[in-house]
């Protein structure tokens, strides 16, 4: 539906790299309902599985990845970074815009350099960092008109850490599509699946990549098990260090106990299915998979990264000390261990995930209102 009496805005999501995660989720779908309001949106980035110039109509193909940590030293990334602007800055000339939106510092860094000398209007968003890259993130961000993040823990960082003045920061949440339904024979086929002999299912949704702490989750497995023999775990996910942690987990000897599911299409199903979703990530903003959880009526315990704590209390799970492997499994034991006491945080967690702050439509008009302020200065 168009924006009436308001012109629609020409605007330009860039990304690191389209592939699978939540970033790439909130630029489509972020993209999608501008689009439905009117808007022009172009994606532009290093295309993958998710989006590229086969999906996306008009896509603008940038070497953004190799400006990142995937382009090998300092020296050649820059010589990319100096290439994708002057690729952007042409594509600029062609195509006006009113304003870019950069998520990650890579892409930020290429759109700082392309509007140089433009008076265009940039906003950078912070999905989150190792917190030794926070100040490094910052000396690009805060050269940017405004610096957006999903969690007040994050804009907390980059002002104290990253040097971001605080009146250049704006805290947006995540919109998160509520899952279809799914039918009860089904979650309950894919439960007995999964379970096998045991009697709980604990479910961790994660790329396997550093970040995502799975070694930590391999070790929080290993700890459980002698006195848990029926309890067993899946991460659906799949990454870079998928062999690696197969390996780890017959080497600890947990690989009867723990699963590895690859890529799942319905993560919703596999949540319903579970008693416990687990995340032991050792950096987050805002992750999207703790509301998917609520939204399948599954309590969540996971590490206190960030925007993790203004997501997760005693009422729908537990946070915990990133790393801690005795607190993670206690937390888990004790959720586990009172079946009462997890069916009252499914139901408030169910309750937690219809909050407008995780509505798409109330989280996306944020964002429009914030391009057209941005816009018009």
Do not use: N
Not at 244 to 262: K, S, T
Not at 296 to 322: F, H, K, M, N, Y
């Amino acid at each position: 539906m168009m924006d009436t009496g308001k012109a629609p805005l020409r605007l330009l999501q860039m990304q690191t790299q389209f592939g699978m995660g939540g970033i790439t989720r909130h630029v489509l779908g972020l993209s999608d309902w501008l689009r439905a309001r009117g808007h022009s949106v172009t994606l532009g980035g290093t295309a993958d599985v998710w989006a590229g110039p086969g999906t996306q109509a008009g896509f603008l193909d940038l070497p953004t990845r190799h400006v990142s940590e995937d382009g090998g030293a300092v020296p050649m990334r820059l010589v990319q970074a100096g290439r994708a602007a002057m690729r952007l800055r042409r594509w600029l000339a062609a195509h006006p815009v009113d304003l870019i939106h950069a998520h990650e510092s890579a892409p930020a860094l290429v759109a700082l350099l392309a509007r140089a000398g433009t008076g265009l209007p940039l906003a950078v968003t912070y999905h989150g960092s190792e917190p030794e890259r926070i100040a490094a993130f910052g000396r690009i961000a805060r050269r940017a008109d405004l610096v957006i993040t999903p969690s007040h823990r994050s804009a907390e960082d980059l002002a104290r850490r990253g040097g971001v003045p605080e009146a250049k920061l704006k805290v947006i949440g995540l919109g998160v599509t509520p899952p279809p339904d799914d039918p009860p024979e089904t979650v309950a086929r894919l439960r007995a699946e999964l379970l096998g002999d045991g009697d709980r299912l604990v479910l961790t949704l994660a790329r396997l990549l550093p970040q995502k702490g799975i070694d930590i989750l391999i070790e929080v497995v290993a700890r459980l098990a002698p006195d848990h023999p029926g309890w067993r775990f899946a991460v659906a996910g799949d990454g870079p260090d998928g062999a690696r942690l197969q390996a780890l987990a017959r080497d600890r000897g947990v690989a009867d106990r723990l699963r590895f599911l690859g890529r799942v299409e319905r993560p919703h199903l596999y949540l319903r299915a579970s008693d416990l979703f687990l995340l032991t990530s050792r950096w987050e903003a805002l992750p999207f998979t703790i509301v998917e959880a609520f939204q399948s009526g599954v309590p969540a315990v996971a590490t206190a990264c960030s925007g993790v704590v203004e997501l997760i209390d005693d009422d729908v799970g537990a946070v915990v000390p990133v790393g801690d492997v005795p607190a993670i499994a206690a937390a888990v034991a004790r959720v586990l261990g009172d079946e009462t006491m997890r069916v009252r945080m499914a139901a408030a967690a169910l309750d937690r995930s219809r909050l407008d702050r995780f509505d798409p439509d109330w989280v996306h008009a944020r964002f429009e209102e914030t391009y057209r302020a941005l816009a018009r200065r």
